[in-house]
């Protein structure tokens, strides 16, 4: 069965001070990879996604960048944080093409939870 | 502009009292709508996906149903167990470059009291 990995859980960092969270997935290959973000009384909100090595797309122009060095990787990343990247980070798969049908919709990792002060 | 909108905000039960949560969207073509369960500081949980106008989906006390405008997550004879913030997002088909991707509502937050 398919497993998200992602860490760490939380995490407190000063304005200014770079990022970087991973996700790792096992149990499937060539997946669909996303990072969500849900802020307090916000829906989740899609801030990457990635079909393949290297292949980043972004939703949303912001202060974070995405990166996939691997089929089972998935890296968010930021050069200076600010105040307004706080909030709860999520990464999530759905099987490639070959895996099966996408109506299982995404499995999704346990979070990491960003506070930046 | 594709919305998904989820009422009640909040929800508060007794044990046993059945209710039902809604899920209503506007968008522009529906590949399925999926509801999950997110407990508190944890990543969502998949629960069900729909894919047309009347189709019923069962797991335990949870059963979902999907209309042309919206989805309703009903709940018979809740346990405090329950508790937890549910979540609806519709699947979109590509567009243009776009990969196909989930947009969620912002949930209902249930919460059962024994």
């Known amino acids: 069965s398919q497993t998200i990995h992602q860490w760490p859980a939380t995490l407190v960092q000063p304005v200014g001070s770079p990022l970087s969270l991973e996700c790792t997935v096992e149990?499937?290959?060539?997946?669909?990879l996303y990072w969500y973000r849900q802020a307090a009384g916000r829906g989740l909100q899609l801030l990457f996604y990635s079909v393949g090595i290297g292949q980043i797309s972004s939703e949303v122009p912001q202060n974070l960048s995405a990166s996939r060095p691997q089929d089972r990787q998935f890296i968010l990343s930021s050069k200076k944080l600010l105040l307004s990247d706080s909030g709860f980070y999520l990464c999530?798969?759905?099987?490639?093409?070959?895996?099966?049908?996408w109506g299982y919709g995404y499995t999704f990792g346990s979070g990491t939870r960003l506070t930046v002060v | 502009e594709d919305q998904v909108t989820q009422s009640p905000e909040a929800l508060r039960l007794q044990e046993g009292e059945s209710s039902s949560l809604n899920c209503s969207y506007t968008v522009s073509g529906l590949r399925g709508l999926f509801w999950y369960r997110q407990d508190p500081g944890k990543g969502p949980e998949f629960l069900f996906t729909l894919y047309s106008a009347g189709e019923e989906k069962e797991k335990e006390r949870l059963k979902a149903t999907l209309t042309k405008k919206e989805s309703f997550l009903h709940i018979t004879a809740p346990k405090p167990e329950d508790s937890a913030t549910y979540l609806c997002?519709?699947?979109?088909?590509?567009?243009?470059?776009?990969?196909?991707?989930?947009?969620f509502g912002k949930g209902t937050k249930l919460s059962v009291k024994p």
């Open positions: 997002a519709v699947h979109l088909p590509p567009q243009g470059g776009s990969q196909g991707n989930l947009i």
């Open positions: 999530a798969l759905e099987e490639g093409p070959e895996g099966g049908a």
């Open positions: 149990g499937t290959s060539n997946p669909n």
